[in-house]
């Protein structure tokens, strides 16, 4: 069971699927906003297909073993993450303690990315990974309190199972802060507008992902994928809840609420141009970090 978990449901195969889904939605609205017609619903899966049947080149001064390896370890996370989150919103089971072990593997995908793009010596992909690194300094202690106030909320539960079924963490003050700090936080995450700035196409050419290419490089896009599904995800259960029983209007629930945090993040992404990383780091750290503290507070004192 647990290979069929890992591999196909809720795993590998489900996750890729969804998030796939999810991120040609965030394509196509954005290509609708800017006069576009956009891609058709199959691109990225088309996209990953035809890179996984290329040829991988390696950079001759790059460090083959973390090039090679970044990748894979990025993937893997991803999909581990998925399998975390995934049992107990579909399978009403989980590990225990999981809300720990679901920190510690999203920091692990980012440090992947970093290390990838350090191996490449690519000058831009060292640019790239070194704002990698300080996104990932900015927005991971900002998501940690933000994943505190649903815990607090729910008696101090480290089960994300105990933690999703209690009284949905939104309606309260502190929970309503806590979820629009925890929406740009996964924007950062994610990596996409205005927090971009590892991969900054006009920039950078891609930047982390520069000198990737065929089966490497769809390792990158599957973890965006699963990215795309697991982060919003997060996000839609810790503070919209999910129904105790496992019914055709727990699985609704989830689908409506998810809908409604990635069209939160499609709108953020249309209505600001990229950031500077001086500014996303002022931003995390003076601002968003004071709100999400404040929000911890607020839940502790029950409001």
């Known amino acids: 069971m647990i290979v069929i978990y890992t591999l196909v449901f809720p795993g590998a195969l489900f996750a890729l699927t969804v998030g796939m889904l999810g991120w040609w939605l965030e394509r196509k609205v954005s290509a609708l906003v800017q006069h576009r017609v956009g891609p058709p619903w199959y691109q990225n899966f088309a996209d990953v297909f035809k890179l ?24 893997t996370a ?19 303690g999981d809300i720990i072990l679901i920190i510690y593997t999203m920091a692990l995908g980012s440090a ?19 704002r990698e690194l300080k996104m990932l300094l900015a927005d991971e202690l900002v998501f940690v309190m933000v994943l505190l106030v649903p815990i607090i909320r729910s008696g101090f539960g480290l089960n994300l199972k105990e933690i999703i079924i209690a009284t949905p963490a939104l309606f309260s003050v502190s929970g309503v802060i806590a979820y629009v ?14 927090f971009d700035i590892a991969e900054a196409e006009t920039e950078l050419a891609g930047g982390v992902e520069i000198e990737y290419s065929g089966v490497l490089l769809g390792l990158w896009k599957m973890t965006k994928a699963v990215h795309f599904f697991v982060f919003p995800m997060l996000l839609t259960v810790l503070f919209f809840g999910v129904p105790s029983s496992l019914s055709l209007v ?41 709100l999400a503290f404040a929000a911890v507070v607020l839940a502790i004192l029950g409001v």
């Open 181 to 194: 700090v925890g929406l740009l936080a996964i924007q950062a995450k994610l990596a996409i507008q205005p």
């Open 52 to 75: 996984m049947g290329k040829e991988s080149i390696v950079p001759e001064k790059s460090t083959v073993f973390l090039y090679i390896a970044s990748p894979v370890a990025a993937v």
């Open 78 to 96: 991803a999909i581990s993450l998925a399998v975390l989150v995934g049992m107990p919103v579909f399978l009403n089971t989980n590990f225990a």
């Open 250 to 290: 727990r699985y609704l629930w989830f689908l409506l609420f998810y809908v409604v945090t990635l069209a939160i993040l499609i709108v953020i992404k249309n209505v600001n141009p990229r950031a500077t990383i001086q500014g996303v780091l002022g931003f995390f750290w003076k601002r968003l970090s004071l």
């Open 112 to 130: 992947a990315i970093f290390l990838g793009a350090a191996a490449s010596s690519n000058v831009y992909a060292g640019i790239g990974a070194g």
